[in-house]
């Protein structure tokens, strides 16, 4: 069990062996800390234009290519709480006799107001599933590609959820 000040770090989404490994009891305080001291600041995309500008152009310095996305938006419904911060969706429809594609990326309203590192991992990982649908080492190695230090930000950003969990976010 917790005490106030301690906080038992179990980051979700990692297999039970790796866990098991790294799951500790930290100070809530100097997870606060090392938060804070890595990342100082939040990002200042705030409106869904922004955010689709954002994306964007990270799409197109990487994955040119790829297939378009019709939609980018912050979305109220995504909770913390759950595995998925950002959601991709794949949508076909047939009309008449074409069969029309639509990519759309939906992150997390509750993202608006964390670093800018935690937020380009997210698009980062939801830009990945254009080319790659399943979590294979191809679509790890794209996010890597995309952002070099993709793992160590994505477990950082699952030690601030379990931070926010336990205490509140030290990011409002």
């Given amino acids: 069990m917790c005490h106030h000040d301690e906080l038992t770090l179990i980051p979700k989404g990692y297999e039970p062996v790796i866990q098991n490994k790294i799951s500790t009891p930290l100070s809530a305080d100097k997870v606060k800390h090392l938060l804070l001291t890595r990342y100082p600041t939040i990002h200042d995309v705030r409106t869904d ?9 990270i799409k197109n310095q990487y994955l040119r290519k790829s297939q378009p996305v019709s939609k980018i938006l912050f979305d109220d419904k995504i909770s913390l709480s759950h595995h998925a911060l950002g959601l991709h969706t794949f949508v076909s429809r047939v009309q008449g006799s074409k069969t029309k594609a639509k990519n759309e990326i939906r992150i997390s309203s509750r993202l608006k107001k964390v670093p800018e590192p935690f937020l380009r991992m997210l698009v980062v990982h939801e830009l990945a599933h254009l080319r790659e649908k399943d979590h294979n080492k191809a679509f790890y ?3 890597c590609h995309m952002q070099e230090d993709y793992h160590q930000i994505e477990f950082d950003l699952r030690l601030l959820l379990a931070y926010i969990e336990h205490d509140s976010n030290p990011y409002v």
């Fill in 49 to 57: 234009k922004a955010l689709y500008e954002y994306t964007m152009a």
């Fill in 141 to 143: 190695q794209l996010c």
